[in-house]
Antibody, heavy 117, light 109 residues
């Protein structure tokens, strides 16, 4: 069974840092691109970042560029999101999602990041 | 940047009825790059339709997608109780890599 499990969320003060992880299983992780998508409370979906299968290509949403860093470790079947200089508006559930056929499938269950003093 | 606008914002229907959800793009989108997702409260989104009209694995055939260019539609032929949820369309592009519509909430009338 294809599975994605996020971890690392929590409460952090504005200006702080947090590192999210996504553990993948049930598929050949090194063959797929991966993404982070977030959803603020009561709001819609916002794509955050993309990384190709070999890490050679990376994209960020303008809202997080220069503050967030996506990375992966294919040997560990893991995806990461390093989040620095966090702001109130970064409060959201963060999902990792596999890139497949130009869409996102499947998604993890999400991890909640709360930025508040 | 392509903007996706979904309508209506909320759709109130009864089980057994037909639901028609719209997604309009600000520029022409390749059909290969248009997908639909379902999200229930407290759950992650689930892929329903990719390539504008292909059902994802395990998705019932009451769900269908159509459209091209700037106008795309998700149709649920006969609503089941478990279909009441929020639906998002999504476009795969260059930058940003993935763009979502704002969602349509399908609620029980």
């Amino acid at each position: 069974e294809v599975q994605l499990v996020e971890s690392g969320g929590g409460l952090v003060q504005p200006g702080g840092s947090l590192r999210l992880s996504c553990a993948a299983s049930g598929f050949t992780f090194s063959s797929y691109s991966m993404n982070w998508v977030r959803q603020a409370p009561g709001k819609g979906l916002e794509w955050v970042s993309y990384i190709s299968s070999s890490s050679s290509t990376i994209y960020y949403a303008d809202s997080v560029k220069g503050r967030f860093t996506i990375s992966r470790d294919n040997a560990k079947n893991s995806l990461y999101l390093q989040m620095n200089s966090l702001r109130d508006e970064d409060t959201a559930v963060y999902y990792c999602a596999r890139g497949s056929l130009r869409c996102l499938d499947p998604w993890g269950q999400g991890t909640l990041v709360t930025v508040s003093s | 940047e392509i903007v996706l606008t979904q309508s209506p914002g909320t759709l109130s229907l009864s089980p057994g009825e037909r639901a028609t959800l719209s997604c309009r793009a600000s520029q022409s989108v390749s059909s290969s790059y248009l997908a639909w997702y379902q999200q229930k409260p407290g759950q992650a989104p689930r892929l329903l339709i990719y390539g504008a009209s292909s059902r994802a694995t395990g998705i019932p055939d009451r769900f269908s997608g159509s459209g091209s260019g700037t106008d795309f539609t998700l149709t649920i032929s006969r609503l089941e109780p478990e279909d009441f949820a929020v639906y998002y369309c999504q476009q795969y592009g260059s930058s940003p890599k993935h763009t979502f519509g704002q969602g349509t909430k399908l609620e029980i009338k």
